[in-house]
Each structure stands twice: as C-alpha cells, then as structure tokens.
C-alpha cells in the first residue's frame, strides 16, 4: 500500500468520524431544542424566573407590557417580599391542536396552590424542521384591590415602592408572596397600622383594607363638629330648622305671627364614634372615590324644647307658645375628612 493511498484512508476515516459527529450533535440539539419547547418546559422555565426574582424576565415571557400602575411587577418590589415561591412542580399538560394548558404546583412557605398556564403554537422556522415552538400567553395574576381606609391621600409604600394612594381603590396584579405595606406620611387626627397584603399562588381576586385609627386628638375633633351641626341646628329659629334632626309640625296659623322664636336644649345627646366604615358614601362622595367614614351616631337621644311670642295682630291678641312637650333630638352623619382647623362633619338627610 503506499503513501498516498494511506493518506486517503486517514482522510475518510477522518471525515467519516466528522459526519457522524455532526450528525449526533445535530440529533441531540434536535432533541434538546425540541424537548425545551416543550409547553411543560416553557412553564417551568417562567416560573424559575419567578421563584429567582426575574420578574422583569417572567414578564417578557408572557408578553405582558409594563405599566406605571402596576407597582408590584418589578423586581424591586419582588424582592422586598416575604413568603415568595419556594418551589414548582409540573402536574400535568393538556395539548389540543394549537392550545396547550399546563398545569402546576407552587409552594411557599406559607402553603401551596396549584395554577394553570396556557400557551399556544407559534408558527417559525423552527417549525420546519420538526420543532413545534409555544408561546405563553398573558398569566392570570392574582388581582389585588387596595384601600387604605382614611381620608384624603395618603403617602404610602407597598414593597418599597411608592403605592400611590390617591384616595381610590386600587387594583393592582401580585406574584405569589406578601409585601409589607407602611405608612410614610403623619396626620394628628388619625394612624394607620403597618400591614402587609398576602398573595398565595395565581389567578385569584384578593381584597386587602386597612382602617385608620382616630387619635386622642381626631377624637375630640370628630365630637366638636359632630356637636358644632348640633349646635348650628339649635341656634335656627325656624320652626323646622333645614336639614336638622327635630322640628315642629306646624309653623303660625293663618293671621297669626312668631316672634322671637329659639329652641332650647333640654339635654344635649350623647355621641359615640365609631371605627372606619369602608362601605359608607356620603352626597358629595366622588364616583371614582374608595368612600368610606368614621359613623357618628347618638347612644343616648338629646331633648330640645320651642320657645315663640305670638300676637294676632287682627284682634290684638299676645301670649307665649311653646311646643307641647319635650322633642327628641339626634346626630347622625360621618367624619369624612379633617382639615386644618378640624374635622368636618357630613349629616344624614333628615326628613319629616
């Protein structure tokens, strides 16, 4: 055999060995390409981005845009919470044509909950070749609606990030975990207590509120407007004082005129507050507003007595009336915001 013939036997060998090398490795990045488009795959490859913190990656994955509101979307807020995803397991995976529904579980500390993912076949060169690629389609987040149950705005942090209370529900999306919500700015009428809003799993509709809490000082200031309104009703001198929680049947009979008329508080009434209504809405609650009120209401009724002179001017008759008895008389309305120089005070609709 010679020289040169060797040579080409080395050669092929060579490029022999070459062929099937590549053929293998084209096989086996066939079958890894193929086995990570997987929709079970692409599942589990979203929620470890999850369970790492990569909210900003996750996010990508499901095509869903970022938006200002959306405060606890951001890895900075992930990772301030407590009780995040500490682990996944793939249950099961449904596939029909070109929809796919992954199912799993996902475990935090606090317990676990299943969820489920969809997905749907995309169309590229891949598909081609035999590799069937999925998309994932938009997570359904747990939905949280916000209230923080105190008047006005109210400057506040959920995660570290700035919550954005502007004094309306806020509906906002949250990954599995509990994020800590503070209270930055300081009123002396009222606190609000540090909570924090707990999210297990996907795709729930949660509610979290937090009442506040009237101080010493917001107290004594709900009670003096509640008793000012009181006290504005007693100094009118109609026989039914607009608005107010007593009044007279009748004014003057025909041909007759009052004079010097007053209502005199026989005992005033006794007022008890009560905690923050998140239900309550008053007349001049704005539509898009969470509402809410701390209840006035009288534990014990007052009295009130009227007092007028009367003549009758055709036969020059005078004298004194006064009501026939003792009239029952109430407060009840709603705290609904406080200014600078106190509470204001909002009445029921009183009527005859």
């Known amino acids: 055999m010679t020289t040169r013939t060797r040579l080409w036997i080395v050669i092929g060998a060579f490029v022999t060995a070459l062929c099937l090398g590549l053929g293998a490795t084209v096989v086996v990045l066939f ?20 369970e790492r913190g990569d909210i900003a990656t996750a996010l990508r994955m499901e095509g869903r845009a970022a938006k200002p509101t959306e405060v606890l979307l951001t890895d900075k807020a992930y990772r301030h919470a407590t009780d995040r995803m500490t682990g996944f397991r793939i249950l099961d995976t449904r596939t029909v044509g070109a929809a796919s529904t992954v199912e799993a579980r996902i475990e935090q500390k606090s317990g676990s909950t299943t969820a489920k993912f969809e997905l749907a076949k995309r169309r590229d060169p891949a598909s081609l070749l035999g590799v069937d690629t999925w998309k994932l389609r938009p997570v359904a987040l747990t939905t949280v609606e916000v209230t923080l149950g105190a008047p006005g705005r109210i400057d506040a942090t959920i995660s570290g990030v700035p919550l954005g209370w502007k004094g309306a529900v806020l509906r906002i999306h949250a990954f599995p975990g509990k994020y800590p919500v503070a209270v930055t700015s300081q009123s002396p009428w009222f606190t609000i207590p540090s909570a924090a809003v707990a999210v297990a799993g996907f795709g729930h509709s949660d509610r979290f509120q937090v009442p506040a809490t009237l101080t010493a000082k917001g107290e004594e200031a709900a009670t003096a407007a509640a008793n000012a309104w009181f006290d504005k009703c007693v100094a009118d001198p109609s026989f039914h004082p607009t608005g107010c929680s007593f009044w007279l049947t009748s004014g003057a009979d025909p041909g007759e005129v009052w004079a010097n008329q007053t209502w005199q508080v026989q005992s005033r009434p006794t007022l008890a507050l009560g905690a923050w209504d998140f239900g309550c809405r008053t007349p001049t609650t704005a539509d898009v507003s969470a509402g809410g009120c701390w209840p006035v209401t009288t534990s014990t009724p007052g009295e ?49």
Do not use: C, K
């Open 31 to 50: 079958f890894s390409a193929r086995a990570a488009s997987q929709p079970s795959a692409v599942v589990a490859s979203y929620l470890s981005h999850v």
């Open 304 to 352: 009130v007595m009227f007092h007028a002179d009367y003549s009758i001017p055709a036969t020059g008759e005078t004298g004194e009336i006064t009501s026939t008895g003792p009239i029952e008389a109430n407060v009840e309305g709603s705290i609904t915001s406080f200014t600078d120089a106190g509470a204001m005070f909002t009445s029921v609709l009183w009527t005859d």
